[in-house]
């Protein structure tokens, strides 16, 4: 009979998981004893809870994420978890883990993920902890997690157990001490698949697929190629050539899996030749999503949420029944808050990271959310779903008869727009980004600043409010502080300042703008050049290029 080992190990004192999970270098968790500690951490953070529970574990196919699968499971053998659910060669998105983890009434689901960041031994790899509701782990059990990672001691692993996660079935085992084990190894798209065809019209976006609407699914050699063909192609009918980079790699085929105008150049150069009417890609573990019109006609996320949430009640049969709310991380633009203002519907404002929908989905306060970040979701689970946005978006396209542009088109009409962009000056050293941040705290409530009247490009702003952002949830009265520096103006354009959590080396700094336009003809031009005067403001106030010793930043979206 297989039996539990105990084996000696020493603290890390790095583990600390960041936005959305732990995440480092692939080397760093491959170092011995690296990862056991923090799945470790993990599994004694759940306190009694885990003896007799099921767990559900599962990543994007990046490199390591089988064999961590499989250590894993011989991990929650040891530590008394009575049944795993595992994807086939280790495969979940994070939004089927979310699905199966509220189905099957798990504990908790280990997902194995960097999301975003790319793939391979010299790159990153990561592991997010998500508990009973499917969503990722609040503040409180990420910081569980890490106190015990500071002084554990030892971790346990049944090192004989035979696994193997290539192969689907259900195999039962007895663990000295434990009782029974099981693991189920399941198709890694059943699930998911059943639980979209509840939320959407199938048949009505198979009609809209088989005419001569063309769409074009490139999945950036991430998770969501298997979920992607077999919904698009098997289910709704569009031709296999619609989806494209669609099995996953170990390394994502050297590409950087972030679906946006920079990392999916491929989509947008497809998309610019004018032979698709919808385009799509999604980052490395399946929950985020970029949707591009003809001729690469970009929607940007904080209007993609804002037309989603116009038109859900009337093209998503989930959503018939009525929504309860709306919300968005406070750096994306206000595009939802014009929408929820007009159904006389609640809109809620959190911090950045998916962790902060949570408590307002499972209180029924909340149904359709966003994150600038190409993040969309609802409360079909807890995490944000790529799949769904597209099937949302086809829904819409389905059912309106109009092509992406005029949809966009047509929204600006009623609600102006909220101009949107985000800088990112990645990989800047942390003491740069501490000094810049430094100063940003010091011109909060500045006096001189606030009297200013800082002009450019024609243009002219007044400052009304700085601030750090704070956010106290209004279920469990949790205090979130410090969550960004906010300089709100006059005349409610916003630019705000942050430090990213899922960079694995250095510091990423990140500069939001949010701009609003209501004149429908200004709508229409080009986002980057409207909101230029903007940019030299917020780069005039924060002195970031001095502070960074950075003359243009790595990405812009
Ligand atoms: C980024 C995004 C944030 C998102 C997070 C996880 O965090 O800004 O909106 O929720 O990634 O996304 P940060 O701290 O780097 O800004 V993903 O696709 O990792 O699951
Ligand atoms: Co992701």
Redesign the pocket.
């Known amino acids: 009979m297989p039996s539990p080992q105990s084996v000696k190990t020493q603290p890390f004192g790095d583990q600390k998981p960041?936005?959305?999970?732990l995440r480092k270098p692939t080397k760093t968790f491959l170092q011995p004893n690296y990862t056991e500690n923090f799945v470790q951490s993990i599994l004694l953070s759940c306190g009694d809870a885990l003896r007799g529970s099921t767990l559900v574990v599962g990543g994007d196919g990046r490199y390591f994420v089988k064999q961590a699968a499989e250590n894993i499971i011989r991990m929650c053998a040891a530590n008394g978890v009575s049944r795993v659910i595992v994807g086939e060669n280790g495969i979940f998105s994070?939004p089927c883990v979310s699905a199966i983890i509220r189905k099957e009434k798990a504990l908790g689901g280990i997902i194995l993920?960097?999301?975003?960041n790319p793939g391979g031994l010299d790159n990153d790899f990561g592991i997010k902890f998500n508990t009973a509701n499917g969503g990722p782990a609040p503040d409180g059990v990420t910081t569980k997690i890490f106190e015990i990672s500071k002084s554990l001691a030892e971790y346990k692993i049944v090192n004989d157990l035979k696994i193997d996660v290539a192969v689907v079935g259900k195999s039962t085992f007895k663990i000295d001490g434990c009782g029974d084990f099981v693991v189920e190894v399941v198709d890694s798209v059943s699930a998911y698949l059943d639980l979209m065809k509840g939320i959407f019209d199938f048949g009505a976006i198979k009609t809209l697929l088989s005419g001569d609407f063309k769409i074009l699914i490139n999945c950036l050699n991430g998770v969501t190629g298997p979920y992607a063909t077999r919904i698009f192609v098997d289910e709704l009918g569009a031709p296999a050539s619609s989806v494209v980079n669609c099995i996953p790699l170990e390394d994502f085929g050297g590409a950087h899996p972030d679906p946006n105008l920079v990392y999916a150049k491929e989509l947008v150069d497809a998309m610019a030749t004018g032979a698709y009417d919808f385009g799509a890609a999604f980052?490395g573990?399946g929950?985020?999503n970029m949707v591009l019109g003809k001729n690469a006609f970009f929607v940007s996320p904080s209007d993609s949420l804002a037309v989603i949430a116009d038109k859900a009640e009337q093209c998503v049969p989930y959503f018939k029944s009525g929504i309860k709310g709306f919300a968005r991380?406070m750096?994306t633009a206000g595009a939802v808050d014009l929408v929820a203002k007009k159904k006389q519907k609640p809109i809620y404002e959190v911090p950045?990271?998916?962790k902060y929908f949570g408590n307002l989905m499972d209180a029924g306060l909340l149904s359709l959310c966003g994150?600038?970040?190409f993040?969309t979701g609802s409360d079909h689970i807890r995490e944000?779903d790529g799949i769904w946005a597209i099937l949302a978006w086809l829904s819409i396209l389905a059912k309106t008869k109009r092509s992406v542009q005029d949809l966009l088109h047509d929204h600006w009409a009623v609600y102006g727009r909220n101009l949107f962009t985000r800088y990112d000056y990645e990989n800047c050293s942390s003491e740069d980004a501490n000094k810049l941040f430094e100063h940003l705290e010091s011109l909060i409530g500045d006096e001189t600043l606030l009297k200013s009247e800082w002009r450019a490009g024609g243009k002219s702003y007044r400052i009304a409010l700085t601030d750090n952002f704070e956010y106290s949830d209004p279920v469990d009265g949790s205090v979130a502080k410090k969550q960004g520096i906010r300089f709100v103006f006059k005349d409610g354009s916003r630019i705000v300042f942050?430090i990213?959590?899922?960079?694995s080396t250095g510091a990423?700094v990140?500069m939001y703008l949010d701009s609003y336009e209501p004149e429908l003809e200004r709508c229409k031009q080009d986002a980057a050049k409207t909101l230029r005067p903007l940019v030299d403001v917020a780069l005039k106030i924060s002195s970031l290029e001095t502070h960074l010793k950075r003359d243009k930043p790595t990405v812009i979206t």
């Open positions: 960041g936005t959305s999970g994070t993920t960097a999301s975003h980052d573990d929950d985020r991380s750096p950045t990271g998916w994150e600038e970040s993040g944000k942050r990213s959590g899922t960079g990423t990140r």
